[in-house]
């Protein structure tokens, strides 16, 4: 069965520190590993879908980084505008499960001026 | 471009009663999928349609819920009766699927609340 466990459950930032979010994944076969932003009352917001260990993707203040064994997203000097929920999510390539994603909890970043 | 577009946004029921919950994907996008989000267990895959054909239900919860996808561009979740443990946000989501690409984009939302 799929899993993903991601790292902290929330994390409280002042404006411009720099972190780290962590996402640790068992799957079998991965197509891809995907990150959301999730805003209070919104859907998940596509941010990222890496595909193989050693890929790297970045867009404004995030970039994230994909291991065999666990991906992170990493913030650098983050702002208030960037507090949100931070999901990940896997992609197992073939069987049933093609397509589908299997979610994180998630990590709550709050980011204070 | 319309995203993916749910109806209705909020839903207030009492137990019992019949629920429907409806979806337009985005246009093009032959898979289209319906996830349940609570704070206990997050977001869970209820079922997933590609072509407008169920490829995987094993994520319904049980025989209250029923999913349908009689076109391309149109599916609906339907619970019945609702019981309170029901109360959630579900989304719909669509993606393009085969060689164009794998991305999930979610709709905003139904949030069901059953008293």
């Known amino acids: 069965e799929d899993q993903v466990t991601q790292s902290p459950e929330a994390l409280r930032l002042q404006e411009g520190e720099s972190s780290s979010l962590n996402c640790s994944y068992t799957?079998?076969?991965?197509?891809?590993l995907f990150w959301y932003r999730q805003d209070p009352g919104k859907g998940p917001e596509f941010l990222f879908t890496?595909?193989?260990a050693g890929e790297e993707k970045e867009k404004e203040r995030l970039k994230a980084t994909l291991t065999k064994k666990e991906s992170f997203l990493h913030i650098t000097a983050p702002k208030p505008e960037d507090s949100a929920t931070y999901l990940c999510?896997?992609?197992?390539?073939?069987?049933?499960?093609?397509?589908?994603?299997?979610f994180g909890q998630g990590t709550i970043l709050t980011v204070h001026p | 471009d319309a995203g993916v577009i749910q109806s209705p946004r909020h839903e207030v029921t009492e137990m019992g009663q019949e629920v429907t919950l409806r979806c337009k994907p985005i246009?093009?996008?032959?898979?289209l999928f319906w996830y349940r989000q609570t704070m206990m267990r997050g977001l869970e895959l209820l079922i997933y349609?590609?072509?407008?054909?169920?490829?995987?239900d094993s994520g319904m919860p049980e025989d209250r819920f029923s999913a349908k996808m009689p076109n391309a561009s149109f599916s609906t979740l339907k619970i019945q009766p609702s019981e309170p443990r029901d109360s959630a946000v579900y989304f719909c989501?669509?993606?393009?699927?085969?060689?164009?690409?794998?991305?999930?984009?979610f709709g905003e939302g139904s949030w069901l609340t059953v008293v």
């Open positions: 989501a669509s993606s393009p699927g085969g060689s164009t690409g794998n991305t999930i984009y």
């Open positions: 799957v079998s076969g991965l197509r891809g």
């Open positions: 890496l595909y193989s």
């Open positions: 999510a896997v992609q197992a390539a073939g069987g049933t499960s093609y397509g589908k994603l299997t």
């Open positions: 246009s093009g996008h032959n898979s």
């Open positions: 349609f590609n072509n407008n054909v169920p490829i995987d």
